[in-house]
């Protein structure tokens, strides 16, 4: 290589440095610690993501529980709730540690978000039902408001015996999308009918902007986002 072209990277070496910095990424969101700080600088240096749960929650879609390779960040969602919660991370998986509260918490964290008041027990931030208290109530023609939910609202719902609580993602033929944690063991967008599902009440949290146009369609075409193998897959990318 002559004097001009010192220093300059060969097409191998571009693509050898973008794989070994998106696995850095890869680490760095799957760590509950690092991954706020990440999406801080993102949102500092892209104007077009909003500042919105949703932006924050959809980086964890096909996150698994019983993938042990993923059982650390789930361990993480429940311990940043309850320090020492959980001291190893397979236990994410004993049903007595429903953790679609802890992931709600986490994310209202890594955004700024307002979070949950605990009030003095704070096994509340991990209680899907305490959810019914953040924020402001959505007001509109249902009982629940959900006619006048705006995607990233908190929604809390009935499940079987116990309650389950999630952000609000749209609709589909009727059907409300939720992006929850412990749904069917995973992060995922979940449909539930409202008639079936009884929807208990819509909060809305201060400082949630409303996405920019497309992101939510991106949002919901979202098939698998793996930050936690190697391989990133979008229906629309």
Not at 23 to 45: C, D, W
Request: aromatic share 6%.
């Amino acid at each position: 290589v002559g004097a001009f072209g010192a220093g300059v990277p060969t097409t191998k070496e571009v693509t050898s440095n973008n794989e070994k910095n998106f696995k850095s990424n890869q680490q760095t969101l799957a760590n509950p610690v690092e991954a706020p700080k990440l999406i801080s600088e993102i949102i500092k240096t892209d104007d077009k993501v909003a500042k919105n749960p949703l932006n924050f929650a959809n980086k964890y879609l096909g996150l698994d529980e019983n993938n042990p390779e993923h059982q650390k960040t789930i361990q993480g969602f429940l311990n940043s709730a309850i320090p020492g919660l959980l001291e190893n991370a397979s236990g994410v998986t004993q049903n007595k540690n429903a953790w679609c509260a802890a992931f709600v918490n986490s994310i209202l964290n890594e955004g700024g978000f307002d979070t949950l008041n605990p009030g003095k027990d704070t096994y509340n931030l991990i209680r899907a039902q305490q959810y019914s208290t953040i924020g402001e109530a959505v007001e509109g023609e249902t009982k629940s408001g959900i006619d006048q939910a705006k995607p990233g609202d908190i929604v809390v719902m009935r499940s079987g015996g116990g309650f389950h609580v999630g952000f609000y993602s749209g609709t589909n033929n009727g059907k409300v999308l939720i992006l929850g944690g412990n749904q069917d063991n995973r992060v995922s967008i979940k449909e539930v009918d409202p008639g079936k599902q009884g929807i208990v009440s819509v909060r809305r949290v201060n400082g949630v902007e409303d996405l920019k146009p497309g992101r939510l369609d991106d949002i919901k075409a979202t098939i698998y986002l793996d930050l936690y193998n190697s391989k990133s897959e979008s229906s629309t990318t």
